[in-house]
Structure formats: C-alpha cells, structure tokens
C-alpha cells in the first residue's frame, strides 16, 4: 500500500500546474510571447514544492483517514474518535510529502540527476512502510492477545461446567 499511496501523492503534485512551480523560461505570455526573467527565486520555488507536496499529502491523508473512521473502524463513537486520534498522533503521509519534496528540488531545481522519481520517493515508501508495519503488528498483537483471553475464558467456563456436572 505504501508504494501505491507515495506514487499517488506524488502524480497528484505532478498535476498542480501553477506558475510558481513551473519554470519561468519556459512560461509563455498571454500574447505568445516567451517571459525570461526569473521572477522568484530558487528558495522561494523549492518553498512552493514543499508546500504543493504537503498541501496534497494532507488531502490524501484526510480523505484516508475519514474512511479509516466511517467505514472500517466499528460503528460506536468512542472507537471512531480513538481510531481519528491514533491515526492523527503520527502524521505519515505529509512527512513523507516532505521527503519527496527533497529529492523533487534536488531534481527540478538543481538539476540533479540522481534524483529521479524512484530515489526521490524510496525514502517516503520505506518510512510509510514501516509505519504501515508497525500498524499492522501492534493490531495482530491486539487480536492475537483478545483471542487469547476469550480461549482462556472459554477454557475457564468448560472446567466450571466439567466440575457442576461431577456434582
């Protein structure tokens, strides 16, 4: 899931077209014409991907998490709110937007090329990962230790019964 979610946050950046993240060279002007000056600079430019990359990964985040509490956490309030809390303590995806966003500069801006898509995302993948790891072991440890109290209910209430029986 954590390739698929990076991937997806970063062709959702890829998508804003506005003029502060495009290159100034190669803007044209409303008449046709070509403007070259540089009208921000390249602090300013790398600021603006940054904020772009984390202005989607928060969307993404809060459309994820709606669903995490309204269609798989169960149906009572105090689960729903703590399901929203635990998942709003660790703020995964605009972090690893934050990450990308490095690589991205690197990229776009310096000109790099080492810094193309896959080295750009890997760091994101291999955080949200293990996040996503993380998740899922502490809810096998939850379920495996809730079945393992419900056995020893179930073992406890057959010994109660075998001893009524020899009475």
């Known amino acids: 899931a954590a390739v698929m979610e990076e991937i997806s946050k970063y ?37 603006g991907i940054t904020v772009a990359m984390v202005a ?13 509490v309204f269609l798989y956490s169960n149906p009572s309030v105090e689960t729903q709110l ?3 809390l635990a ?3 660790f703020p995964v995806h605009p972090l690893c937007a934050a990450i ?21 995302i890997l760091p994101a993948i ?6 996503d790891f993380f998740l899922m ?12 109290d419900n056995n020893n209910t179930t073992d406890n209430n057959s010994v109660d019964d075998e001893e009524e029986q020899e009475q």
């Open 11 to 47: 062709f959702g950046y890829w998508m804003v077209e506005t003029p502060d993240l495009m290159d100034p060279r190669k803007l044209l002007l409303t008449n046709g014409e070509t403007r070259h000056t540089l009208s921000s600079s390249l602090e300013s430019r790398g600021a």
């Open 56 to 68: 989607v990964a928060t969307g993404f985040a809060c459309s994820e998490n709606l669903l995490y």
């Open 82 to 84: 703590t399901t929203l």
């Open 87 to 89: 998942r709003s303590l």
């Open 100 to 120: 990308q966003s490095i690589g991205i500069v690197k990229r776009d801006l310096e000109g790099s090329r080492i810094s193309q898509m896959g080295i750009s």
């Open 126 to 131: 291999v955080l949200h990962g293990a996040y």
């Open 137 to 148: 072991l502490m809810d096998f440890l939850q379920s495996a230790n809730t079945s393992g």
